[in-house]
């Protein structure tokens, strides 16, 4: 990735952050919420700001807001409709609080509907299927450690450690994590890649491929209630292809 490409996605996921912000101060009735929102969305413009006066420097060429917001809304048309939550009160990484948003947005609303409850597949791509529930709970152990560091590093309970204790092991986690999430969004895309691809010529992988998916009345999170399979499916891979551009991590 180049420096412009590297600036240009850091100003498209920058400006998905300040929608979120701008919605969170539009909807909350909590006063304290309301000056901490309004102060960071003052922070994230100025941030913004910044980083294309940069980009028309190094490019040279006027750089086109516009263009930019028909690439952020094809590229992100799941992820710009979730809202983001501050996740630690400890960290000020906003990176990592839209990501966590996103993940538990996926695990309430699209994790449960890949089981064999709602997607019947064939014996060996069942166990494939099944296998990114455990998957996912691997990633759920990383953030459980990002999380202990931070209460080492910020708790007071863990003040004497906290003195001896490397920073430097909380950006090694954080970075471990982020690649754990790329590479487990990547090989589901790849799989449902799979799956579509032989539904389109005709396969029989997916046993059923129409049925209409119905979630429980007392079910919250109902994105994909009324779906049916193919269509579900679909949705899921577009999340994992936005998800895959938002971290950027390139092959290695």
Not at 18 to 43: M, P
Not at 57 to 81: M, V
Not at 116 to 124: G, T, V
Not at 200 to 219: C, R, V, Y
């Amino acid at each position: 990735m180049s420096a412009i490409d590297k600036i240009k996605k850091d100003i498209m996921n920058n400006k998905i952050v300040l929608q979120q912000l701008e919605g969170v101060l539009k909807t909350t009735t909590d006063e304290l919420q309301k000056k901490r929102v309004a102060k960071e969305i003052k922070e994230m413009k100025k941030k913004i700001k910044e980083m294309e006066v940069l980009l028309n420097d190094i490019s040279g060429d006027a750089y086109r807001e516009e263009d930019d917001e028909d690439e952020r809304y094809d590229s992100y048309r799941l992820l710009t409709n979730i809202q983001i939550e501050w996740y630690n009160k400890h960290h000020n990484d906003r990176e990592m609080d839209a990501l966590i948003s996103y993940l538990n947005f996926f695990e309430m609303n699209y994790l449960p509907i890949l089981s064999e409850y709602y997607i019947k597949l064939d014996f060996n791509h069942s166990l494939k299927r099944d296998s990114y529930y455990t998957k996912y709970l691997e990633i759920k152990k990383i953030l459980k450690e990002y999380d202990y560091e931070l209460d080492i590093l910020y708790n007071d309970e863990y003040n004497r450690i906290a003195l001896h204790h490397d920073k430097s092991l909380i950006y090694k986690i954080r970075y471990q994590f982020m690649l754990e999430v790329n590479n487990y969004f990547r090989d589901l895309r790849g799989f449902i890649q799979t799956l579509l691809n032989d539904y389109q010529t005709g396969g029989n992988i997916i046993l059923n491929p129409d049925e209409k998916i119905e979630l429980s009345e007392f079910e919250e999170n109902r994105k994909l209630d009324g779906y049916n399979v193919i269509s579900a499916l679909e949705e899921i891979h577009k999340f994992c292809d936005e998800i895959i551009k938002f971290l950027s991590i390139p092959l290695l």
